[in-house]
């Protein structure tokens, strides 16, 4: 199962990621402007719920992420 992103925004007006994917496995989010050059932004570990949450501190720079499975 791929792992899936949900993007929400906090009351506080931040722009929040949503990682849902299999638990055992660590993940990292990475962040696009065009969709051709991509960066890792942040790498979360194996997390027993299956779901974690990521702020994205400099969401202007991003309009578009993915999650990759490590």
């Known amino acids: 199962e791929p792992p ?3 993007g929400e925004m ?3 007006g ?6 849902i ?4 496995f660590s ?3 990475q962040g696009s402007a ?4 991509w960066t890792d932004l ?6 027993e719920a299956g779901k ?3 702020t994205d501190p400099d969401k202007r720079a991003h309009g578009y992420y993915r999650a990759v499975r490590r």
């Open 4 to 6: 899936s992103l949900r």
């Open 10 to 12: 906090t009351a506080e």
């Open 14 to 19: 931040q722009f929040k990621l949503c990682l």
């Open 21 to 24: 994917g299999p638990p055992e």
């Open 27 to 29: 993940h990292t989010i």
């Open 34 to 37: 065009d969709l051709v050059t």
């Open 42 to 47: 942040v790498t979360l570990p194996p997390n």
């Open 52 to 54: 974690e949450y990521w």
